[in-house]
């Protein structure tokens, strides 16, 4: 319907000028020619400045700061990124009228998220808050702009999942944190990510869906065979076999129960298999069950690419102690839900955290195989497991992270607190033997990494004093200025509500300044993983530890650009110098 308001007199703005005119919170500009009035937006989309100011020759606007042109009636974008919306002119009598209704929201959507698109396309941050934020405004859930960052990014995903997805689903919880515009301001990072890692890749070819029962004869031989076929890295028959399982209807928790199998057959990928069908699960949840194939197919080139940690030296004497005690280990888990369901009485949870943080791989593993045998719950492991995690990230070397004269850095000890999320996520889930798996290389997880530790005798290693505050804002400005001491000090001494110090968290992680699109998924990876952690710990004293520790990852500064290094590795490398085949990378 439309909207006429008396905007100006015609003689008001001189033969070959211009006029702005505010009317609620639009801001317009008047340009009158020789062909008549016309009515534009005031701000440019490129930088916001006036276009009022521009020139106007032959039926096209100037911007005057940094020539970006539109044509006047249209406002179509003729030089630049984004096009400007024109406003119907009336003169009556004399007087210019505009119509300022605006279109309704089922007509400006679609344009919106074609914009949107384009914006990824052209990895144009700026043009990517603006349709966002215009999408927001008109209602539009902010779930249905992060499904549509989805359908830009899973197809285009090379190798299959990657951090770019893990973000967006990330961001959109994220955004729970936020108020009014500001809610956008995750799932904006999150395109962002999105957009950067994918840019202009053409769509991964997909087999197609293969019927189970045609396939493998019944739906249950077709859930067997998925972990063979990733285990034996056919990935083109997995990924035809998981579509039709999808495309036959299987149920969710069928599905997941098949692909945490496949990914605790091995200590996958570093963890990021476990971590990625979490987060696919998770976005599903966002988004809608109904783009299951868009979401869950990339799981599986990621899968049967991904390095099988367990294969390598870095286990060896871990996998030893496990292979001991496994087949008791197997049936202890196989009891379940008897097993590991009640906690154990007397569950030493220190001197477990201890084995973890401070043993040898031998202890790690004879301390959580012990706690099993006694009944301790799998819950009660998993959160003891997750402070031994938040201690890693405690205790990293910062210093380890800014020299290139090694590989080892920040993202080697933050998945530890990550892993061990998704570990808990699945085990809620899916109490099954299979999943029990994952908090054996869990455990391996957070002994192996205490290499990286800080134990230069130069250095004070003690936590900084606690900084007694009920204000929670302060630790988001200690990260801003990149103050890990001041972090972690303000995080053990805050006295106010736990909500404002996770929120305040979860603003410096979504605002945060790093360049690499993979240190942004990482810090707001592990700064959800903290909140999930620290809520899970209910109202104990121990529960602000995950999140004091993801505060220190996000306050340290971080290398982020490997030229240095990699020129270092290429020069070992055309030495013909192999690496060590070493079971811990520092001594
Ligand atoms: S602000 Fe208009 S072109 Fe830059």
Redesign the pocket.
């Known amino acids: 319907m439309s909207q006429w308001v008396r905007a100006v007199a015609v003689d008001d703005i001189k033969e070959g000028g211009a006029k702005s005119f505010a009317y609620s919170d639009k801001r317009i500009a008047l340009f009158r020619t020789a062909r008549g009035v016309f009515a534009t937006d005031n701000r440019?989309?490129?930088?916001?400045?006036a276009?009022v100011r521009?020139d106007v020759r032959d039926g096209e606007l100037?911007?005057?700061?940094?020539?970006?042109k539109f044509d006047l009636p249209t406002g179509g974008c003729r030089f630049?990124g984004e096009n400007i919306r024109s406003y119907p002119v009336q003169v009556r009598d004399g007087q210019v009228y505009l119509d300022v209704a605006d279109p309704p929201a089922e007509v400006i959507r679609p344009e919106l998220f074609a914009s949107l698109n384009a914006a990824m396309d052209d990895l144009d941050v700026g043009r990517l808050a603006r349709d966002a934020l215009r999408l927001q405004r008109i209602g539009t859930p902010l779930s249905d702009v992060v499904r549509e960052g989805v359908r830009y990014a899973a197809p285009r995903a090379e190798y299959g999942w990657d951090h770019s997805l893990a973000t967006l689903t990330d961001c959109l919880r994220m955004s729970q944190f936020f108020t009014e515009s500001l809610r956008a301001l995750p799932v904006i990072q999150g395109l962002s990510v999105a957009a950067e890692d994918q840019v202009r890749r053409p769509a991964r070819q997909r087999p197609d869906p293969v019927d189970p029962v045609a396939g493998y004869g019944s739906v249950d031989a077709a859930l067997l065979a998925y972990p063979e076929l990733v285990d034996a890295e056919r990935a083109e028959e997995a990924e035809a076999l998981l579509r039709g399982l999808i495309a036959a209807g299987v149920p969710a928790p069928v599905l997941r129960h098949m692909l945490l199998t496949a990914v605790t057959d091995h200590f996958l990928a570093y963890g990021h298999s476990m971590i990625f069908v979490q987060k696919a699960f998770e976005l599903l949840d966002g988004i809608g069950w109904q783009e299951a194939d868009t979401v869950l197919s990339p799981l599986v080139p990621e899968m049967v690419l991904g390095t099988r940690y367990d294969k390598l030296p870095y286990m060896r004497r871990f996998l030893r102690a496990w292979q001991g005690a496994e087949p008791e280990l197997t049936a202890l888990a196989a009891g379940l839900p008897g097993a590991g369901v009640q906690a154990g009485g007397g569950f030493d949870q220190a001197g477990f955290r201890r084995a973890l943080t401070d043993g040898s791989p031998e202890e790690a593993m004879t301390a959580l195989a012990g706690a099993l045998r006694a009944g301790t719950a799998v819950a009660a492991l998993i959160d003891a497991t997750g402070l031994a995690a938040a201690e890693r990230l405690a205790r990293f070397d910062i210093e380890l992270d800014l020299d290139d004269t090694n590989e080892c850095g920040w993202l080697d000890v933050t998945h530890t607190l990550t892993y061990l999320n998704a570990l808990r996520w699945a085990w809620s889930a899916d109490p099954s033997p299979e999943v029990l798996r994952g908090l054996f290389h869990a455990a391996w997880f957070v002994q192996w990494t205490g290499q990286f530790d800080d134990r230069d005798p130069g250095r004070d290693h003690g936590r900084p004093r606690p900084h007694q505050t009920e204000d929670a804002a302060q630790l988001h400005r200690a990260i801003i200025r990149r103050d890990p001491e001041a972090a972690v000090a303000l995080v053990d001494g805050y006295t106010g509500p736990r909500a404002e110090l996770e929120r305040s968290l979860m603003q410096a992680a979504a605002e945060d300044h790093s360049t690499a699109p993979i240190m942004v998924a990482h810090v707001v990876k592990t700064a959800r993983a903290a909140v999930d952690e620290s809520r899970a710990l209910g109202e104990t004293p121990q529960s602000a530890a995950p999140i004091a520790a993801a505060a220190r990852f996000l306050a340290s500064p971080k290398r982020e650009r490997f030229v240095y290094q990699s020129t270092l590795d290429a020069i070992s490398t055309l030495r013909g110098v192999p690496r060590p085949d070493a079971e811990q990378v520092r001594p």
């Open positions: 440019c989309p490129h930088q916001g400045y276009l521009g100037t911007c005057a700061w940094h020539n970006w630049g």
